[in-house]
């Protein structure tokens, strides 16, 4: 088997309209977004607009990343010091994180074979917790069957706060990932769907709320140079009674995200390409087994995961060491210890502790591999390959 030799951490270069964006705010000095010229739409309020126009949002805020967007979205929500936040407990460690820090406590839900949350578990946990929030994350950009999960919202009063770090661009059944609920977030990390090296957005439909969440953004009193905000009378009822938690987007990142934005499409369609050639290579390898993606998804094949169930520790991390070899990087979920990324929730221990046997047993045999837009087709079809030979192999031993 011919090794794979291209790097899995390699997003595509920024290309010539993204390099006049910036440099055009960097000759312009004006960087902050509120240092605007008389009558000037700064770059991020633009983005903002931008932003809102392609989830269909009414208002969007752009800020410094994904993981503060959740924090200011629960605590714009109302979130009490030592309330719970029903989460998934497949979701990286910034979804804990953005918890603790607004004054949570994760109350983590079972997750299924098709690496969504457990909406039997949801709706178990909502009714015996009495928590008002719920926090999805929509990890790795599978998500649940929406219908159903807001009528389990619904009937339990929840507020949900929807986390689409992997499902920027996602759907179902034709409406937006984010537009299910109160507000959803995003982020322009590089290795989400837009690169701005950090970013993130908060988008909803809420007036109110979303004038908490520009004012906890660190807007002082300029929220009227925002660019999809509720008018200035919204402000009036909470500028003085929201603390200011400094974490606002800067132009220079606003003014690179715009340009790519403009083709994101284009890119999902690329990432789908791609996930389709490896998704089709693992299709008959033995023991792997794929998450099913219904009918009413609308996916971005940003990433890709299976399963090699029953399997054990030693023949996980020998799975691993034997992809490795051939210049597949894979990253294996169920290790005692997290490598790089931590999205076990063993390993989140200011968390309390919950029992959760599903989702161990599940993450156990899940495997997750990046599909960078700088993989052509071809190189993803020989991952596949490659993926397919180490399980057989796997097979051939066990
Ligand atoms: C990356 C990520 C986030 C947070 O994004 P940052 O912008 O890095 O804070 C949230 N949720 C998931 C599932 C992520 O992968």
């Known amino acids: 088997m011919k090794p794979f030799t291209g790097n899995f951490t390699q997003q595509e270069p920024l290309d010539d309209a993204v390099i006049a964006a910036a440099t055009g705010i960097l000759r312009s000095g ?18 903002e607009q931008a932003y809102a126009a392609y989830q269909g949002a009414r208002y969007c805020l752009a800020c410094a990343s994904g993981g503060y967007a959740m924090a200011i979205a629960l605590r714009a929500a109302g979130l009490g010091q030592g309330e719970a936040v029903l989460t998934n407990a497949f979701t990286l460690a910034p979804v804990p994180g953005a918890i603790a820090a607004a004054g949570g406590k994760p109350l983590l839900v079972e997750i299924t074979e098709d690496l969504v949350i457990d909406l039997e578990d949801l709706d178990r946990k909502a009714k015996t917790s009495g928590a008002r929030f719920l926090l999805l994350s929509n990890m790795r950009g599978h998500l649940a069957d ?31 990932s984010g537009s299910f609920g109160l507000a959803g977030c995003f982020s322009t990390q590089t290795y989400k769907h837009l690169n701005s090296g950090e970013g993130g957005l908060l988008t909803s439909d809420d007036p109110e709320f979303v004038a908490r969440a520009i004012i906890l953004s660190g807007s002082y009193m300029l929220y009227e140079r925002h660019g999809a905000a509720p008018p200035a009378d919204v402000f009036e009822r909470i ?23 403009a083709r994101l499409e284009d890119s999902i369609e690329r990432w789908n390409d791609r996930y389709r050639a490896v998704e089709q290579a693992l299709a008959g390898a033995e023991g792997v087994a794929l998450p099913r993606r219904p009918e009413a998804e609308r996916y971005v094949g940003s990433s890709i ?14 799975f691993v060491a034997a992809n490795k070899a051939l210049g597949v990087e894979l990253k294996w979920f169920g290790a005692a210890d997290p490598v790089a990324f931590t999205s076990n929730h063993r390993s989140w221990r200011y968390v309390d502790p919950q029992l959760l046997p599903e989702t161990d047993r599940i993450l156990s045999s899940l495997f997750d591999m990046r599909l960078p837009l700088t993989f052509s087709v071809e190189d993803c079809r020989h991952i596949g390959a490659i993926i397919a030979h180490c399980a057989a192999e796997l097979g051939a031993h066990a």
């Open 146 to 176: 929406m219908e159903r999960l807001t009528d389990i919202v619904r009937q339990n009063n929840l507020i949900l706060i929807e986390d689409c770090a992997h499902t920027m661009g996602a759907a179902w059944n034709g409406r937006k």
């Open 305 to 318: 995961q299976f399963r090699l169930p029953g399997l054990s520790a030693a023949l996980a991390e020998a």
């Open 239 to 261: 500028r003085l009674e929201t603390p200011n938690m400094s974490g606002r987007m800067d132009n220079l990142r606003a003014a690179i995200l715009l340009p790519q934005l």
């Open 30 to 47: 004006r960087l902050h977004r509120y240092n605007s010229a008389p009558g000037e739409l700064s770059k991020a309020s633009e983005l």
